[in-house]
């Protein structure tokens, strides 16, 4: 039962609250969002046509005329996976999460592999992949789909 001082954190304008031995008290953890439910299955499980028809809509729609420039290259890729993870959650499939990954490369007479690696559950998670391809680049998309308890 030490007095309490009150410290002002100067980086981030936070006040932090410490013992009279200089230590901050435990942090509260997180609470969860919801309740564990000890479902193995979805109830509805995702369909790729639905996540794959968005990604692809939106890949047009946004790239379609645009042209590759390397300096505003990383913000449109930003720009475009926000837009595809937004659509995508707006489909409202029940404990899932997502992780959407754009590219955008030059064409300049290049070959181009890609490849990734993850844990899987090929039984309730999935993946889908959407392409653009214009005179000056092409853009790929991949929406993974990985269900949670």
Same mark, same amino acid.
């Given at each position: 039962g030490g007095k309490k001082r009150q410290d002002k954190d100067t980086s981030k304008g936070k006040k932090t609250y410490q013992d009279a031995s200089g230590t901050a008290p435990a942090e509260e953890k997180a609470k969860p969002k919801g309740r564990? &439910?000890?479902?193995?299955?979805?109830? &509805? @499980?995702?369909?790729?046509?639905?996540?794959r028809d968005k990604a692809q809509a939106i890949l047009t729609n946004k790239l379609q005329e645009a042209t590759y420039d390397g300096a505003s290259g990383p913000f449109l890729c930003a720009s475009v996976s926000e837009d595809i993870l937004k659509a995508v959650k707006e489909l409202d499939y029940d404990r899932y999460k997502y992780v959407v990954s754009v590219l955008i490369v030059e064409k300049a007479n290049q070959a181009m592999i890609v490849a990734?690696?993850?844990?899987?559950?090929?039984?309730?998670? &999935?993946?889908?992949?959407? @392409?653009?391809?214009?005179? &000056?680049f092409i853009a790929l998309a991949l929406v993974m789909a990985c269900y949670y308890d």
């Open positions: 564990n &439910t000890y479902r193995l299955e979805p109830r &509805t @499980k995702v369909q790729d046509s639905l996540i990734s690696r993850c844990l899987w559950d090929d039984q309730r998670d &999935t993946w889908v992949s959407a @392409k653009c391809e214009t005179d &000056t």
